[in-house]
């Protein structure tokens, strides 16, 4: 890992322990491959952080945003990989667009035979673009089950039980383990993922028994922050990190499948609470949710985080920590294609999954996000005390804590990302 010649960092090796330190930040994408293990104790991680001692600014201007080198069979099975996610999320929605023409076929059967007008003279392009879709899918599907997941299970000494567990022991719910499958860690590296943090989210300084929330925004298309799922079971306490989604996405063929495996929960107010106060774990939310899709801009960033404060009243309830999280380049990996009359958009929010278009790399529709990086910021926690039945006030208190925790985390963050000038604006 390359040190920073500045003044103000300097390598964790040497000051780790120095009370000076005020932000840690660690290469993930550029973590050796053997140390990316289940069973790699994370002061070997925190042997490749860089620190800085500058409170106020953080990490020196443009030393947050830089593309890391990428090696070509990683390369290739994320362009394949992340295509066939971001397809599998849409795909049931579009197929049941394509039969929809069957379907009131079946239902106008008469009105059809009366006037001598076939399905296929009624929607001719119809069925081909069932074959394209399904032939697109098969395509993809192929080269990463048949290709790339032999190649990387492989080279990262993986393998999948008949559960479809990663390396599973004998437990049949091994989480932990299995968030550290291939597609996600290559992610890491395809989006040069990096995490900063604060010294009062540092190991030496937490309560490795505490289970945290952590609340990330923005949403964007894809979050590809929350992807590198080791980190948030692993750098800050020791506790598993479940991850949360919309209850529709958990019943997608397959993608809900796999979401389950490495420990997703649906983004309810009894699976969160369960999780927290009975399992003692973490738990991390998407706070904007898909509202957060539709705001892109060049000159700021959106948060639609006025009205979630559904997410203050669960850490009041459990007396949890709230951690803002924010995701410099979420908003800039894709382009989302809004129709004029908001109505993709209303969908969407209101089934809680994507229904909009997106172009990615190279204007590939559904396709792999541009190469930018991704720099995932905590700021300092929000403390909550356990209150069971907490009052409207109280939640606005710590509602507005949370936000302005988030202002600052932006702030001390966005020089170093290359977005000096750039704001932060809630809605």
């Given at each position: 890992?390359p040190?920073?010649?500045?003044?103000?960092?300097?390598?964790?090796?040497?000051?780790?322990?120095?009370?000076?330190?005020?932000f840690?930040k660690?290469?993930?994408?550029?973590?050796?491959?053997?140390?990316?293990?289940?069973?790699?104790?994370v002061?070997?991680?925190?042997?490749?952080?860089?620190?800085?001692?500058?409170?106020?600014?953080?990490?020196?201007?443009?030393?947050?945003?830089?593309?890391?080198?990428?090696?070509?069979d990683?390369?290739?099975?994320?362009?394949?990989?992340?295509?066939?996610?971001?397809?599998m999320n849409?795909?049931?929605?579009?197929?049941?667009?394509?039969?929809?023409?069957v379907?009131?076929?079946?239902?106008?059967?008469?009105?059809?035979?009366?006037?001598?007008?076939?399905?296929?003279?009624?929607?001719p392009?119809?069925?081909?673009?069932?074959?394209?879709?399904?032939?697109?899918?098969a395509?993809?599907?192929?080269?990463?089950?048949?290709?790339?997941?032999?190649?990387?299970?492989?080279?990262?000494?993986?393998?999948?039980?008949?559960?479809?567990?990663?390396?599973?022991?004998?437990?049949?719910?091994?989480?932990?383990?299995?968030?550290?499958?291939?597609?996600?860690?290559?992610?890491t590296?395809?989006?040069?993922?990096?995490?900063?943090?604060?010294?009062?989210?540092?190991?030496?300084?937490?309560?490795?028994?505490?289970?945290?929330?952590?609340?990330?925004?923005?949403?964007?298309?894809?979050?590809?922050?929350?992807?590198?799922?080791?980190?948030?079971?692993?750098?800050?306490?020791?506790?598993?990190?479940?991850?949360?989604?919309?209850?529709?996405?958990?019943?997608?063929?397959?993608?809900g499948?796999?979401?389950?495996?490495?420990?997703?929960?649906?983004?309810?107010?009894?699976?969160?609470?369960?999780?927290?106060?009975?399992?003692?774990?973490?738990?991390?939310?998407?706070?904007?949710?898909?509202?957060?899709?539709?705001?892109?801009?060049?000159?700021?960033?959106?948060?639609?985080?006025?009205q979630?404060?559904?997410?203050?009243?669960?850490?009041?309830?459990?007396?949890?920590?709230?951690?803002?999280?924010?995701?410099?380049?979420?908003?800039?990996?894709?382009?989302v294609?809004?129709?004029?009359?908001?109505?993709?958009?209303?969908?969407?929010?209101?089934?809680?999954?994507?229904?909009?278009?997106?172009?990615?790399?190279?204007?590939?529709?559904?396709?792999?996000?541009?190469r930018?990086?991704?720099?995932?910021?905590?700021?300092?926690?929000?403390?909550?005390?356990?209150?069971?039945?907490?009052?409207?006030e109280?939640?606005?208190?710590?509602?507005?804590?949370?936000?302005?925790n988030?202002?600052?985390?932006?702030?001390?963050?966005?020089?170093?990302?290359?977005?000096?000038?750039k704001?932060?604006?809630?809605?």
């Amino acid at each position: 890992m390359p040190s920073t010649t500045t003044s103000s960092t300097v390598s964790t090796g040497t000051s780790s322990n120095k009370t000076n330190v005020e932000f840690y930040k660690l290469r993930v994408g550029l973590l050796p491959d053997e140390l990316y293990r289940p069973d790699v104790p994370v002061e070997k991680w925190l042997e490749h952080c860089e620190v800085t001692t500058n409170a106020k600014e953080g990490f020196p201007p443009h030393s947050l945003c830089t593309v890391d080198a990428l090696e070509w069979d990683v390369h290739l099975e994320r362009l394949v990989g992340i295509s066939l996610y971001m397809w599998m999320n849409v795909l049931p929605f579009f197929l049941m667009l394509l039969v929809l023409p069957v379907l009131l076929g079946v239902t106008c059967y008469h009105y059809f035979v009366d006037n001598d007008v076939t399905i296929t003279t009624l929607f001719p392009r119809a069925k081909l673009m069932i074959l394209v879709v399904l032939g697109y899918t098969a395509i993809l599907v192929f080269l990463e089950t048949m290709v790339f997941q032999p190649l990387f299970q492989r080279k990262y000494k993986q393998n999948i039980d008949k559960e479809g567990f990663l390396n599973s022991s004998s437990s049949d719910k091994d989480y932990r383990r299995n968030q550290y499958v291939f597609t996600e860690r290559n992610t890491t590296k395809y989006m040069s993922t990096t995490f900063v943090w604060p010294k009062s989210m540092h190991l030496s300084n937490n309560n490795k028994d505490t289970p945290v929330l952590f609340c990330i925004v923005p949403h964007g298309v894809a979050p590809f922050g929350i992807t590198a799922y080791p980190v948030w079971s692993k750098l800050w306490n020791s506790n598993l990190c479940r991850w949360t989604t919309a209850p529709v996405v958990l019943k997608i063929p397959i993608v809900g499948y796999l979401l389950s495996k490495i420990g997703y929960i649906p983004a309810k107010a009894p699976s969160i609470l369960e999780a927290l106060t009975k399992r003692d774990e973490n738990v991390g939310i998407i706070l904007d949710g898909i509202a957060g899709m539709f705001h892109q801009s060049a000159t700021h960033e959106t948060a639609y985080l006025k009205q979630r404060k559904g997410i203050v009243k669960i850490a009041l309830k459990a007396g949890v920590p709230l951690v803002p999280v924010y995701g410099f380049g979420h908003t800039a990996a894709y382009t989302v294609l809004v129709d004029p009359f908001g109505i993709l958009q209303r969908l969407s929010n209101a089934l809680q999954t994507s229904l909009t278009p997106f172009l990615g790399r190279w204007g590939w529709l559904l396709g792999p996000p541009r190469r930018v990086p991704t720099t995932v910021c905590l700021g300092n926690p929000v403390i909550c005390p356990k209150i069971d039945d907490p009052t409207q006030e109280q939640i606005n208190q710590y509602h507005e804590q949370l936000l302005e925790n988030y202002r600052q985390v932006f702030e001390q963050h966005k020089a170093a990302y290359g977005w000096k000038e750039k704001t932060l604006k809630f809605v």
